[in-house]
């Protein structure tokens, strides 16, 4: 049988290490929910202002594009139909910044503090508000996104909302 061996005198233990690492994924899971959402409401408003001049785009295509593009430039891009929201596309700006150092920088610049309780701690609180940040700028784009479906297709999210339960419905009757 294995024994434990006592954590270091400073406190530090495996599982407030591996609570900092998955709040490192909890945040950029979110961030990364947030771009999915900046590329969704891009691509619904080039359809939307094709629409408007009478053309049809191949959404597949169209989502390649804005797919591609970097995240800031996608904001940018789309910018113009956030104006219901000020502030957003700042916002939004300040976020890809942030969430560009969570992907590149961050366990660079902070992997001496994942070993010390105060700093550790700290770590995991910050990474946690980054992750509520993310998760409401993705919310706030949504609305907008929202916005521009309803002017495409006509559907209301409650639409959307009840088609896709009647979808879930007669998929477990099927089974």
Known sequence: MMSKTAPPADGW????????????????NAAAAMEKSVQSLLLHQRLTLSA???????????????????????????????????GLDTTLLAAADRRNYLAHDFWFDNTDRLYAPGPRTRLAKQLGADSLIFTELCHRVNRIDDILIEKLD??????????????IRSASAAQ
């Open 13 to 28: 233990n495996d599982d407030q290490v591996a609570s900092v690492h998955q709040a490192f994924g909890l945040a950029l």
């Open 52 to 86: 408007q001049e009478g053309h049809i785009l191949n959404r597949h295509s169209c989502w390649e594009k804005v797919a591609r593009r970097p995240l800031k430039e996608a904001i940018r891009a789309a910018a113009s139909c956030m104006f219901c929201d000020q």
């Open 154 to 167: 006509g559907t209301t999210p409650s639409d959307r909302a009840q088609k896709v339960q009647e979808v």
